[in-house]
């Protein structure tokens, strides 16, 4: 086994598939300079293990089944500011990037992004700078000078936002009240908010603008 130095850059995993921790730990394994200290499956144990103070970097996925990771990052960085997280997602960047870095993420990668990137990502994120990838970099230049108003989406709370994009998606309130370990009637209150603040209707419409707008596949 290669011995890593006391240079490298200790990172820590959060996802709740072992699959997909064992594959980013091999990913981090093929680089001298990156070493796993260790690794949690939900939001609450990824908070124990940042408070542990062993890691440089966090990776940490925002489909947690306790919390949503955006909530479990706004923790993080509340208590441990200069901990550098890489958020992780199955969803394209233009769905949740933007969001992601407001809440101070250090950069946002998607899960089909090739190992060369995580590992360019947990480098730059280890030295202060932020990560994007020249796909979002170019959303970004797009909308420098644009006058538009703020799009009805941005106003929602991330619980919000993920009930929209999840009910756009075909999945009803029982489903995501299951999958996110929420009450039915908490779930049908998000419903409710998000279809006032968005000035729509029901279902249809609601997934409608999620389409028109690129929020789901």
């Not at 993080?76 to 997280?85: C, Q, R, T, W, Y």
């Not at 969001?99 to 730059?124: D, H, Y």
């Amino acid at each position: 086994m290669t011995k890593k130095s006391s240079a490298s850059i200790k990172v820590a995993i959060v996802d709740d598939h072992p699959i997909v921790r064992d594959g980013l730990k091999q990913i981090c394994a093929s680089s001298k300079d990156i070493v796993v200290t260790g690794h949690a499956e939900n939001g609450v144990e990824a908070v124990r293990l940042c408070r542990l103070d062993n890691c440089d970097v966090l990776l940490l996925d925002i489909g947690l089944p306790d919390r949503s990771g955006i909530e479990v990052l706004k923790q993080i960085k509340s208590e441990m500011p200069k901990l550098a997280v890489l958020m992780l997602s199955i969803h394209r960047e233009d769905q949740y990037a933007i969001r992601c870095l407001k809440s101070g993420a250090s950069g946002f990668l998607n899960k089909q992004a090739a190992s060369l990137e995580l590992i360019t990502a947990i480098r730059q994120a280890a030295a202060g700078r932020k990560y994007i990838s020249a796909s979002l970099a170019q959303e970004l230049a797009n909308q420098i000078g644009t006058d538009h108003e703020t799009p009805p989406h941005e106003t929602l709370s991330d619980r919000e936002y993920q009930t929209m994009v999840m009910i756009a998606s075909g999945k009803t309130v029982t489903d995501i009240a299951g999958e996110l370990l929420l009450s039915v009637k908490t779930i049908s209150m998000y419903r409710s908010r998000l279809l006032a603040k968005m000035k729509l209707r029901h279902n249809a419409e609601l997934t409608h603008y999620a389409l028109k707008n690129n929020l789901v596949e």
